[in-house]
């Protein structure tokens, strides 16, 4: 679950690691839970679960109910195993094999492989249990396979985090990291853990059972208040370990975000979409970066060889439309769930917000890249005063685009509000510099009349992106305001 949410981009990886060491504290309440003897009521405990579950239509009672009938069904197994293994006890060749699980390095193993398997430490737990009750093993020989089976569980992390993103890999790497630092810090000094573990267990009960669940606790809780000063260390190394590979990442045809399995949890899938959404405004924000080079590069620094830019921009245009397919794809399945309607209203936002988006892309790639080849077939560049306004007013976009982009990752109708006021201001200074080209036409400015086209095609083309980009400011407020605090800017405006 922890590595779906880093995943979708719920929390960072950074955030996610004291996360996990809470998570494996609370994993040995399981463990607690099923060393309990309750025999004598495990049919009861599973008449009741099944009561619960088909005889009432609450969803709180048959969600209890599924619980109940669980732990019932995993008693009432643990019982049956137990029984099936009791003549194992005066098995002298498997009684040998038990002894040898005292050595530290076979009992972790084997505690790791087996829980690999069944991708469970709860249930190999339960087997050592069951083992424990019937006499079967040691404490000594029972901690080798919980440090084994505390390896073997992060088995789990790793598959959910195959195909997933860096971050979330990092989640499942550290998960790995916290637990072999835990197991090689325990291994060599089992014997001393197992006489501080009877010394706090004694004076309660001598239970073997209860020795072996108990130094599982110890064993996670110890982990967590050692490690948890450190998380900030142990993040910059699987950091280092597992880096960022940005430019395999702007080559793959890939989503980051979108994952079908949540799709049935709408709440949860559309922040997901927000978060592929955010994703694709970012592409479009490094191609309306990148694209202007060629117009105000100097001709005479020799820099005129733009094959990259154009490799870059052609990345990217086929990344945007790749994701503006898939999001509106995905969107689309979510709408089929139960929705409010203020999930509905943002859907619909979204949907318009990526096509908004996908035609930004589409004018740099379609009407700004073909302007390079053409500005390279002149024999000037454009005047001083002509190329300051094109980088200012190209920078301006690229803020404005910037800041959408943040306003959608921060859900913050606010700063799109900010944004459509300031929209007013840039395309208030295209028109100036437009008059400013104009006039330098009329002095016969001989670099302003060679590069007249080109410059007014540039000027109308970055001007239909912020137009585009007011637009989607405007879809963004329309469709989050039922979401927004009274007394926000928007509200007040509203009002």
């Given at each position: 679950?922890?590595?779906?949410?880093?995943?979708?981009?719920?929390?960072?990886?950074?955030?996610?690691?004291?996360?996990?060491?809470?998570?494996?504290?609370?994993?040995?309440?399981?463990?607690?839970?099923?060393?309990?003897?309750?025999?004598?009521?495990?049919?009861?405990?599973?008449?009741?679960?099944?009561?619960?579950?088909?005889?009432?239509?609450?969803?709180?009672?048959?969600?209890?109910?599924?619980?109940?009938?669980?732990?019932?069904l995993?008693?009432?197994?643990?019982?049956?195993?137990?029984?099936?293994?009791?003549?194992?006890?005066?098995?002298?060749?498997?009684?040998?094999?038990?002894?040898?699980?005292?050595?530290?390095?076979?009992?972790?193993?084997?505690?790791?492989?087996?829980?690999?398997?069944?991708?469970?430490?709860?249930?190999?737990?339960?087997?050592?249990?069951?083992?424990?009750?019937?006499?079967?093993?040691?404490?000594?020989?029972?901690?080798p396979?919980?440090?084994?089976a505390?390896?073997?569980?992060?088995?789990?992390?790793?598959?959910?985090?195959?195909?997933?993103?860096?971050?979330?890999?990092?989640?499942?790497?550290?998960?790995?990291?916290?637990?072999?630092?835990?197991?090689?810090?325990?291994?060599?000094?089992?014997?001393l853990f197992?006489?501080?573990?009877?010394?706090?267990t004694?004076?309660?009960?001598?239970?073997?059972?209860?020795?072996i669940?108990?130094a599982?606790?110890?064993?996670?809780?110890?982990?967590?208040?050692?490690?948890?000063?450190?998380?900030?260390?142990?993040?910059?190394?699987?950091?280092?370990?597992?880096?960022?590979?940005?430019?395999?990442?702007?080559?793959?045809?890939?989503?980051?975000?979108?994952?079908?399995?949540?799709?049935?949890?709408?709440?949860?899938?559309i922040?997901?979409?927000?978060?592929?959404?955010a994703?694709?405004?970012?592409?479009?924000?490094?191609?309306?970066?990148?694209?202007?080079?060629?117009?105000?590069?100097?001709?005479?620094?020799?820099?005129?060889?733009?094959?990259?830019?154009?490799?870059?921009v052609?990345?990217?245009?086929?990344?945007?439309?790749?994701?503006?397919?898939?999001i509106?794809?995905?969107?689309?399945?979510?709408?089929?769930?139960?929705?409010?309607?203020?999930q509905?209203?943002?859907?619909?936002?979204?949907?318009?917000?990526?096509?908004d988006l996908?035609?930004?892309?589409?004018?740099?790639?379609?009407?700004?890249?073909?302007?390079?080849?053409?500005?390279?077939?002149?024999?000037?560049?454009?005047?001083?005063?002509?190329?300051?306004?094109?980088?200012?007013?190209?920078?301006?976009?690229?803020?404005?685009?910037?800041?959408?982009?943040?306003?959608?990752?921060?859900?913050?109708?606010?700063?799109?509000?900010e944004?459509?006021?300031?929209?007013?201001?840039?395309?208030?200074?295209?028109?100036?510099?437009?008059?400013?080209?104009?006039?330098?036409?009329?002095?016969?400015?001989?670099?302003?009349?060679?590069?007249?086209?080109i410059?007014?095609?540039l000027?109308?083309?970055?001007?239909?992106?912020?137009?585009y980009?007011?637009?989607?400011?405007?879809?963004?407020?329309?469709?989050?305001?039922r979401?927004?605090?009274p007394?926000?800017?928007?509200?007040k405006?509203?009002?």
């Amino acid at each position: 679950m922890l590595v779906g949410f880093v995943h979708a981009g719920l929390m960072d990886f950074m955030q996610s690691l004291g996360v996990i060491l809470g998570a494996d504290i609370g994993t040995t309440v399981t463990a607690q839970l099923i060393a309990f003897r309750m025999t004598d009521y495990v049919l009861l405990i599973v008449a009741t679960g099944f009561v619960m579950r088909t005889f009432f239509k609450n969803d709180n009672i048959c969600n209890a109910g599924d619980v109940v009938l669980g732990f019932g069904l995993l008693f009432f197994g643990m019982n049956l195993m137990s029984h099936a293994m009791e003549p194992l006890r005066f098995c002298e060749r498997f009684v040998s094999m038990m002894k040898g699980l005292e050595n530290p390095f076979v009992g972790i193993i084997i505690g790791g492989i087996f829980t690999a398997i069944i991708q469970s430490s709860a249930a190999f737990i339960g087997i050592v249990i069951v083992l424990a009750h019937q006499g079967n093993i040691t404490l000594e020989g029972g901690i080798p396979l919980i440090l084994g089976a505390n390896i073997g569980t992060c088995i789990t992390a790793v598959i959910a985090s195959l195909g997933a993103s860096r971050e979330a890999k990092r989640v499942a790497a550290a998960h790995v990291l916290f637990k072999v630092f835990g197991v090689i810090a325990f291994m060599f000094w089992i014997p001393l853990f197992a006489s501080f573990v009877r010394y706090i267990t004694n004076p309660f009960t001598s239970s073997t059972v209860r020795q072996i669940v108990n130094a599982h606790t110890v064993f996670n809780v110890s982990l967590a208040f050692v490690l948890l000063p450190f998380t900030d260390l142990f993040g910059r190394l699987i950091m280092i370990i597992l880096p960022k590979k940005e430019w395999e990442e702007a080559r793959r045809l890939e989503t980051f975000y979108l994952d079908e399995d949540r799709i049935i949890t709408p709440s949860i899938a559309i922040n997901l979409a927000r978060s592929e959404m955010a994703r694709m405004a970012k592409l479009v924000w490094q191609m309306l970066s990148i694209v202007i080079f060629p117009f105000i590069s100097d001709r005479g620094s020799g820099n005129t060889d733009y094959a990259y830019l154009i490799e870059s921009v052609n990345l990217c245009e086929d990344k945007v439309d790749f994701l503006e397919e898939k999001i509106v794809d995905y969107l689309v399945h979510i709408v089929k769930e139960e929705l409010s309607e203020e999930q509905s209203l943002e859907i619909y936002g979204m949907m318009s917000i990526v096509k908004d988006l996908e035609g930004i892309g589409d004018i740099i790639h379609r009407n700004i890249l073909p302007l390079v080849k053409k500005k390279e077939s002149l024999d000037t560049d454009f005047s001083p005063e002509g190329r300051k306004e094109l980088i200012t007013y190209h920078e301006r976009a690229c803020e404005t685009l910037l800041q959408l982009k943040n306003a959608l990752v921060e859900v913050d109708p606010d700063k799109a509000f900010e944004i459509v006021q300031g929209t007013k201001d840039v395309l208030r200074l295209e028109s100036k510099y437009r008059l400013m080209h104009l006039e330098r036409l009329s002095y016969h400015n001989r670099d302003s009349m060679a590069t007249h086209e080109i410059h007014m095609e540039l000027m109308d083309l970055m001007k239909h992106i912020v137009i585009y980009l007011t637009n989607i400011a405007k879809t963004f407020i329309d469709t989050s305001v039922r979401d927004h605090k009274p007394g926000s800017t928007v509200q007040k405006r509203l009002i």
